[in-house]
């Protein structure tokens, strides 16, 4: 199976901040990627697939990037309706794993 | 708008058996793969399984492989989870998806408890 590791497991911003969380693949999965986010008590939702494309509706602050082992999710601003946890997902090979998260509170 | 329901969790004890459903309104329900999603709760995500549009091929997690079976019924609207020889490991919030191109996971149910537990 793809691991993929997120980093950081754990991010403390400020509202303004620029925040960058990357997700490295133990394999390549071209650009099969995507990064979703859960909010305290809810499902997730889809941010971005495809490693760049943003989901319809989806802030333009978010925005992603990278091929094969190495992708990043940036958020430009950090909004206070940003907190929550991010995972990506492959879509390269069956199973499609997770990351194990990234936890994301304002300072 | 596309609304996807879970139902079906339960307690159940070790080596028994569940079936979920996940009824699915407002899209064309036959044209789309749909996914299951594990999460323990206040845990990360773990991907169940796929069962592409037409329901001829799925996918499992080797955790789930063997005693799991997705499956669709699309005058019904409706996927479903057959659960067998359940384990404690089993446990947590199942979520339905339903894709969009890629098979990336675009909408999301509420989720369906299960707890696995003598």
């Known amino acids: 199976d793809i691991q993929l590791t997120q980093s950081p497991s754990f991010v403390s911003?400020?509202?303004?901040?620029?925040?960058?969380?990357?997700?490295?693949?133990?394999?390549?999965?071209?650009?099969?990627?995507?990064?979703?986010?859960?909010?305290?008590?809810?499902?997730?939702?889809?941010?971005?697939y495809s490693t760049s494309t943003l989901q319809s509706g989806v802030p333009?602050?978010?925005?992603?990037?990278?091929f094969g082992t190495e992708f990043t999710l940036t958020i430009s601003s950090l909004q206070f309706e940003d907190i929550g946890t991010y995972y990506c997902q492959q879509f390269n090979y069956y199973p499609f794993t997770f990351g194990q998260g990234t936890q994301l509170e304002i300072k | 708008e596309v609304q996807l329901v879970e139902s079906g969790g339960a307690v159940v004890q070790p080596g028994g058996s569940l079936r979920l459903s996940c009824?699915?309104?407002?899209?064309?329900?036959?044209?789309?793969?749909?996914?299951?999603?594990?999460?323990?709760?206040?845990?990360?995500?773990?991907?169940?399984?796929?069962?592409?549009?037409?329901?001829?091929?799925?996918?499992?997690?080797?955790?789930?492989?063997g005693?799991?079976?997705?499956?669709?019924?699309?005058?019904?609207?409706?996927?479903?989870?057959?659960?067998?020889?359940?384990?404690?490991?089993?446990?947590?919030?199942?979520?339905?998806?339903?894709?969009r191109t890629g098979h990336y996971i675009e909408s999301w149910g509420q989720g369906t408890l299960v707890t696995v537990s003598s």
Request: hydrophobic share 35%.
């Open chain 1, 13 to 48: 911003a400020s509202v303004g901040d620029r925040v960058t969380i990357t997700c490295r693949a133990s394999q390549g999965v071209n650009t099969h990627l995507a990064w979703y986010h859960q909010k305290p008590g809810k499902a997730p939702g889809l941010l971005i």
């Open chain 1, 60 to 66: 333009s602050r978010f925005s992603g990037s990278g």
């Open chain 2, 23 to 65: 009824a699915a309104t407002g899209f064309n329900f036959g044209g789309y793969a749909m996914h299951w999603v594990r999460q323990v709760p206040g845990k990360g995500l773990e991907w169940v399984s796929l069962i592409s549009w037409d329901g001829t091929v799925t996918y499992y997690a080797g955790s789930v492989e």
């Open chain 2, 67 to 99: 005693r799991f079976t997705i499956s669709r019924d699309d005058s019904k609207n409706s996927l479903y989870l057959q659960m067998n020889s359940l384990r404690t490991d089993d446990s947590g919030l199942f979520y339905c998806g339903k894709e």
